[in-house]
């Protein structure tokens, strides 16, 4: 039995009729850049994510720099976040020319450790980005709490948190501005590369609109200069598409995890959905020492897995000049050498379930 760690072909025929309308609908209008579309389904996004705004743009990536931009992050500023998460998040620090500092995260969400936070604010700390990783928030209330006290612009780093919440509350609640990825695998993904940002304050969503357009809010007329970050018309209609489906796709994601969390065995350790939360499994993640063997397992099954991520940022190539060191973020290492994706997505049946399960329990890892 093949199993895909992802299946966007399944999703795909799943509603088919309807993506292939919109797109068809798109093509026939001929209005590819901006317009109605694009409008639309931000729109639709703000009233799902229960915020003001939400602001198109090509790829999450183009999010949190926008984001930074739009907040007013610059050259020399600090900006806090965590090493295990995809180097996005710190490239967009690069892009401005910000300073990255990193703090450690608590091994059973893999989410950022609050009681480190404050440790690592200086005067030149400027903002902290929060990775929402997985599908899970960390304790908003606490984070936000630290930002108010020490004026730091709090940023969401929303981009596998589609649905999420964190006692009730979405990204975009708390922070300032909140940043999705729309990349196909996500929970709610685009055929292609696709972002948003939300936010709750109109300044921002203004300079959000401008800086992603060339710096313009007319067409020829250009406040500053910009990017051409803009989301497709074709990405947007299929994205109200799917939107539509988000919530029920959200709960099919979350009876497959309680399947694994009282099927798969005691003594495998796991990622958990801390209290509070409301975890949207873009990743149902498990923890072994034993990993190499267990993929090898599963590989033979064809069960496809994957390890998110396995090299944190602070021992990547890419900052070797920064100076830092192994053993300096234990958790996120310990949790590299450990953490196994295993396949999670909406269509994923009861046998299929079944199977993954009956495989790792043979493996006795």
Known sequence: MK????????NYHSIKPEIDQAIGEVLESSSFIMGPYVKTFEDQFATYTHVKHAVGCANGTAALHLALLACGI?????????????????????????????VDVIPETALINVDQVEK??????KALIVVDLYGQMPDMDRLREIAVAHDLVLIEDAAQ?????????????????????????????????????????DDIAQRLRQLSNHGRTKKYEHETEG??????????????????HLPQW????????????????SSLGRIIEAKGA????????????????LMQALAKQEIECGIHYPLPLHLQPAYASHGWRKDQFPVAEQL?????SIPMYPELTAEQQQFVVDCIKKTQV
């Open 120 to 125: 690592a604010i200086t005067k030149k700390t």
């Open 161 to 201: 948190a589609h649905g999420a919440e964190w006692h009730g509350r979405q990204p975009g609640a708390y922070g300032t501005v909140a940043c999705y990825s729309f990349f196909p695998a996500k929970n709610l993904g685009c055929y292609g590369d696709g972002g948003v940002v939300t936010t709750n304050d």
């Open 74 to 102: 610059g050259n020399g500023d600090e900006v806090v976040t965590v090493p295990n998460t995809f180097i996005a998040t710190t490239e967009c620090i690069s892009y401005v020319g910000g300073i990255i500092r990193f």
């Open 3 to 10: 199993i895909p760690l992802v299946d966007l072909k399944s």
């Open 278 to 293: 409301k975890h949207v499994y873009y990743m149902y993640v498990i923890k072994t020492t034993q990993r190499d063997r």
């Open 227 to 244: 990017y051409n970050y803009r989301l497709d018309a074709l990405q947007a209609a299929v994205l109200s598409v799917k939107l539509r």
């Open 250 to 265: 959200t709960e099919q994601r979350r009876a497959h995890a309680r399947f694994y969390d009282e099927h798969l065995p």
């Open 336 to 340: 590299a050498e450990e953490i196994v």
